[in-house]
């Protein structure tokens, strides 16, 4: 099956064309930039479906864009049927990513206990147990999030970035902001890990978002790196409804 899968976040809006499973090409445009996002789409192969997640896009343009090259075309909302259950208590402010990254979680571990961790913007943490019940989740700033905030909400600290160059303790200003804000999502995922595991011992644990490459090689313990998780569980859920 080939499928167009489109997640527009907050700041991109990311294009994959699919097929069976694997993402064949992928391309990026800022969410403000509709003119080359509809340019984009145009030079796609067609697809057998189209599906859009989107917290950030809307408008007949897109929809009709997409509509041309697929006879299919679904818009992930809060109704929309999905394969695994969804038991947040307010399904219609779940971010559709999240929920996208759900159902592709448990399509690359069925019957198995998962823990997602998505490193883009935010931090999000979120659990399917082995039964197909996405169990909900938490959502802490991202990497560049922290960054921002104790720059942009104090009056000296300098504004860093992400760096592979970093210390467990930092012996300057820099270096401990550095190796604040890093060690701190370090940590911070594995203490979640250890919580999970402890409770679900044979518990597979899935990194993905934009930072995932940054994070997959500190982590200690045994992940799973899956960049393309969301396209994954976009083209689950349009499997499911096609």
Do not use: W
Request: hydrophobic letters at 45%; aromatic letters at 8%.
């Amino acid at each position: 099956m080939k499928t167009i899968c489109i997640d527009a976040g907050n700041t991109l809006v990311k294009v994959a064309f699919m097929e069976d499973g694997a993402v064949r090409s992928l391309a990026s445009y800022p969410v403000d930039d509709a003119c080359d996002l509809l340019n984009g789409i145009a030079l796609l192969p067609r697809a057998d479906a189209c599906i859009l997640s989107s917290v950030s896009i809307a408008g007949r343009e897109v929809t009709d864009a997409l509509s041309q090259k697929a006879s299919y075309f679904l818009e992930l909302t809060a109704q929309t049927p999905i394969p695994i259950r969804n038991l947040y208590k307010t399904p219609e402010t779940l971010g559709k990513d999240r929920l996208a990254a759900a159902v592709g979680a448990y399509g690359l571990f069925p019957g198995k206990d998962i823990l997602v961790l998505d490193a883009g913007t935010a931090l999000t943490i979120d659990f399917i147990d082995r039964a197909g019940n996405y169990r909900g989740g938490n959502i802490s700033p991202g990497l560049n999030m922290r960054f921002h905030a104790l720059h942009d909400h104090t009056k000296k600290l300098p504004l860093q970035t992400q760096t592979d160059d970093y210390l467990l303790l930092g012996d300057t200003t820099v270096s401990a902001i550095i190796s604040g804000v890093q060690n701190g999502i370090i940590f911070e995922i594995d203490c979640y890990m250890n919580h999970f595991v402890k409770q679900y011992p044979e518990l597979v644990t899935i990194l993905t978002g934009g930072d995932v490459i940054f994070f997959a090689n500190k982590i200690e313990k045994h992940i799973f790196a899956e960049p393309n998780l969301v396209f994954i569980g976009l083209e689950k859920i349009i499997e499911f409804n096609f």
